[in-house]
């Protein structure tokens, strides 16, 4: 059974930072795609930013120059640095890769984590 568990959500004032992690666990061959995506209330998910296997990375206009997605391999984890908060960046922030798993790729969601930005 693989899992994706966030953390590092929370309260931050506007111009603040904070770091998320996303760590992988289970019967895990290897890990392709690690995407974060962000729900805001009454809006839909949207992309924020991931990156490939080899570091190849990419980002929503809206975090570019502020956000910063990065992975460990050896840990199975990957990380996205938050700067210059604002408040529209308040949103629930899940975990999403593509994993294989002994023979076929699944992808799997973790169950997020709150990150909210005061003015």
């Known amino acids: 059974q693989v899992q994706l568990v966030e953390s590092g959500g929370g309260l931050v004032q506007a111009g603040g930072s904070l770091q998320l992690s996303c760590t992988t666990s289970?019967?895990?061959?290897?890990?392709?795609?690690m995407t974060w995506y962000r729900q805001a209330p009454g809006k839909q998910r949207e992309l924020v930013a991931g990156?490939?296997?080899?570091?190849?990375?990419n980002y929503a206009d809206s975090v570019k120059g502020r956000f910063t997605v990065s992975r460990d391999n050896a840990k199975n984890t990957v990380y996205l640095q938050m700067n210059s908060l604002e408040p529209g960046d308040t949103a629930v922030y899940y975990c999403?890769?593509?994993?294989?798993?002994?023979?076929?790729?699944?992808?799997?969601w973790g169950q997020g984590t709150q990150v909210t930005v005061s003015s």
């Open positions: 999403n890769a593509n994993i294989e798993t002994y023979g076929r790729i699944g992808n799997y």
């Open positions: 289970g019967r895990i061959f290897s890990i392709k795609d």
């Open positions: 990156i490939t296997s080899g570091g190849t990375t």
